[in-house]
């Protein structure tokens, strides 16, 4: 039997879920500029119609990512519909006052995360293979995320590519929601929407540099109207 979503997550997962990455958003950028910009793309994504928004730091203290958070959910109108996910760092979601985690394979387990973080939550597990989604859809979690799809630069120690094609065995071993992600752009959304994923997590494709984060995140929201 699997697990049911909690009633965050239960009625539908939003299409789009970008990934605001820190080693990709913040390099260069001035520590006096660091929270102005993260308030910025944050207020941008949520005018464009983003309703769900993870911030991924591997490799700054949990003080600075606190600081982050915050900075985050400061940009959020109270009123808003803009979930937002901490990656990994589940101690420091209760006091940035976020929506839920996303953990990993290597993490803390996701029993333990929701027992951290309550009910209401939101709670994410990265799975890369079919035994993995296997598991996890016995866990107490409010989505499966799946990759990569496709050969991507976003992530280290990265597991093979599965394609379309794990995204629809996924689909089959699982009926909650499945966010895609690895390698995904605008041309490939459509295809990867279509194998079955309820969702489409993003980072370069919404983040690289030169790109336009709120009109890249308008450019792929339009696929699913």
Known sequence: MTSEPSA???????????????????????PEDRHPCLRRLT?????????????????D?????????RAIREAINPAGQMRLILNDRVTLVSAAKWDGAHVGQQDL???????????????????????????????????????PVFSTNSKEDLSPPIGLEGIRRARALTSKPLVAIGG???????????????S???????????????????DILRIFK
């Open 200 to 218: 489409l997590a993003v980072i370069s494709a919404i983040f690289a540099p030169g790109r336009d984060p709120a009109r890249s995140a308008k």
């Open 184 to 198: 995904i752009t605008l041309e490939t959304a459509p295809s990867v929407y279509e194998a079955g994923a309820d």
């Open 109 to 147: 387990p996701p029993r333990q995360v929701r027992s951290t973080l309550g009910a209401n939550a939101i709670v994410g597990l990265s799975t890369h293979n079919d035994r993995q989604i296997i598991l996890a859809d016995k866990e107490p979690i409010d989505y499966i995320a799946i990759g």
């Open 61 to 69: 203290t949990d003080s600075l990512v606190l600081d982050d958070a």
């Open 8 to 30: 965050s997550t239960s009625k539908r997962f939003p299409p789009l879920y970008p990934i605001l990455d820190a080693d990709l958003v913040l390099r260069g950028v001035r």
């Open 43 to 59: 207020c941008a994504l949520a005018d464009a119609g983003v309703e769900i928004l993870q911030y991924r730091n591997k490799h």
